[in-house]
């Protein structure tokens, strides 16, 4: 593909409906952070352990596993292909992860790391967050590989035959088009998990689409932010049907998509989904667990907010390596997830009553910080929890409608987390799956933090 020598910068055009177009800091905790994040692309399904806080262990990645029953410790037995269900949904992720995969690979041979940092949409920023792009983008590239690898894997265990990777036109000519694509693709992408996902009748498929779905909310962030957006434009990720993501995928493939293998035929014998867990638990439960998590994370911005000035954010010494251009927008886009966790609280709330139950009132709190980086860092720590909390949760959600709603809070928590993440000079994206946590271990961890 032929390409300018320049990099001309193009009006906005919203990603969802038209094709968008539009030196590494030589510091060893950097270098550290982005091998911890490429070790997470290849080792999936939670083979990289991490803590609260979302950091990937620097342990030798393991081979790539597969998401299918064998990886629990009571494998199900696996369906033939015609019967199985989950093997067109797994295709059409596999679609889309071929996809991004096909658009990080090549295009990353396309650009020098110094034509992407000197890509006009990063003018705005200063030279730690230009020199962030190359890296983080290879990383986000070993993550869509890793994905098509273990998608691939699990259709074949299941008996189908993976769809294979089609012909592509990204229509990008310079390093701002490039990246204009690459976030119209994560944002399409976190759209496609929340659609597909409520479909999935096998309960560790389920876990491990929604450990990816979170990451691609990390990769839209990073993307958003970089583009000058939001990280986080909704307070609850919207999901789109598989007919819509195909009409805006359509826009880059150039070959012919068999759509009878990524859709369920009329004729397909599916059986009733059984993501509840026979564990006790009623939807109201886990309701309430949530609400509690989001009335603690409600507590620290609203109240951390109220403690620190605009000032004192920005001069936070954990953002001293950054430029004013990214310091500024830091208090705007705090207020900004204060607001979701916010409206959280409301609609968890207004759902536990709706279904006859008590809601968890707001407890009293302790967050140990004393600076502005202090709260910076538990700010990170808090919404790294959220994502591992809701991954751990939201498959056991009974109600159709209820889960939906979850898995769009669950991938905004992933939004957030990234942000913060980079904020911390932590990796937005630490693993090519988000970890889960259970119900025990997230209440230890929370528990921390509530006095009362």
């Known amino acids: ?10 009006p906005e055009q919203h990603p969802t409906t038209k094709r968008a177009a539009s030196g590494i800091r030589p510091t060893s905790r950097r270098k550290l952070l982005s091998a911890m994040a490429v070790v997470g692309g290849t080792a999936l399904a939670g083979c990289m352990g991490g803590d609260s806080g979302g950091s990937a262990t620097t342990e030798e990645p393991t081979e790539t596993p597969t998401m ?15 019967t199985n269900p989950d093997v067109p949904i797994l295709n059409y992720a596999l679609t889309l992860e071929h996809l991004e995969n096909a658009f990080y690979r090549d295009g990353l041979k396309t650009f020098s790391d110094d034509e992407l940092m000197g890509a006009n949409v990063l003018s705005k920023f200063g030279e730690e967050v230009r020199m962030d792009v190359p890296e983080y983008l290879k990383v986000v590239g070993e993550h869509e590989a890793a994905h098509v690898k273990a998608l691939t894997q699990t259709v074949e265990k299941l008996g189908g035959t993976p769809v294979e990777e089609a012909e592509y036109d990204f229509g ?6 490039f990246l204009a694509t690459g976030m119209a693709l994560e944002n399409t992408g976190v759209a496609a ?3 597909a996902a409520p479909s999935v009748v096998d309960t560790d498929i389920l876990a491990a689409a929604a450990g990816i779905h979170s990451v ?25 049907s598989v007919e819509e993501i195909l009409e805006i995928a359509g826009q880059f493939i150039t070959s012919d998509v068999d759509a009878g293998a990524i859709t369920r035929s009329d004729e397909m014998e599916v059986p009733k989904l059984g993501r ?34 605009a000032d004192e954010l920005m001069n936070a ?21 204060g607001e979701h966790e916010a409206a959280h609280v409301k609609a968890l709330t207004q759902t536990v009553e709706q279904l006859g139950g008590t809601p968890v009132e707001e ?57 913060l993440n980079e904020l911390n000079v932590e990796s937005p994206f630490p693993m090519g799956v988000d970890e889960a946590k259970s119900m025990e271990e997230v209440t230890e961890i929370a528990g921390q933090f509530i006095v009362e």
């Open 276 to 309: 509840k867990k026979d564990d006790g638990t009623t939807d109201v439960d886990i309701l309430n667990y949530a609400l509690t998590l989001e009335h603690l994370e409600n507590a620290f911005y609203r109240d951390g907010l109220a403690e620190f000035s």
């Open 363 to 419: 407890a009293e709190y302790d967050f140990g910080y004393e600076t502005a980086s202090d709260y910076l860092g538990v700010a990170k720590a808090l919404e790294n929890t959220g994502v591992a909390a809701y991954a751990g949760a939201a498959p056991s959600v009974a109600n159709d409608d209820i889960f939906a709603a979850a898995l769009g809070i669950h991938s905004v928590e992933a939004r957030h987390a990234a942000f």
């Open 317 to 337: 010494k954990v953002l001293a390596d950054y430029d004013d251009g990214l310091k500024m927008k830091v208090p705007g886009h705090l207020e900004m997830v």
């Open 193 to 195: 998990y929340a659609g």
């Open 1 to 10: 593909m032929a390409r300018k020598n320049t990099d001309t910068h193009r």
């Open 172 to 177: 990008y000519e310079t390093p701002t088009e």
């Open 68 to 82: 299918t029953p064998e990886m629990t410790d009571e494998p199900t037995e696996t369906p033939m292909a015609e």
């Open 216 to 240: 691609e909310a990390r990769h839209a962030s990073f993307l958003n932010l970089v583009n000058d957006e939001s990280p986080f434009p909704k307070a609850v990720d919207e999901a789109k």
